[in-house]
């Protein structure tokens, strides 16, 4: 008796099998940042403060205080220090002064 479905054993049907094609996945390497934009400084912060809170984090190649916007510029020599810097320190309160902290691709 001839019952549906199954049929002929085989490499048919929707079990079929594919050709085999090398699974190539391209992984671009993004240059990862290590410089931040600190905003929102208060004007008594000074560049010792600063410098004595990026380097809790880790060491810094560079400090460029902007006193007039309220704003400095830290090159840190590992991106990952970058990034710790940003998420513990973004939004944080230095001076009665709430800064906001961004990372920037060179």
Known sequence: MHG???????????GRLMPNKQNLRVVECKPQPCVVSVEGL????TDVQLKNLLMS?????????LPQQRKAIAKFKEPAHALAFQQKFHRHMIDLSHINV???VE
């Open 4 to 14: 549906r479905g199954r049929g002929v054993a085989g490499p048919m049907g929707r």
């Open 42 to 45: 208060s004007s008594s912060t």
């Open 57 to 65: 984090v880790g060491p810094i190649q560079s400090l460029q205080m």
């Open 102 to 104: 961004a990372l920037i």
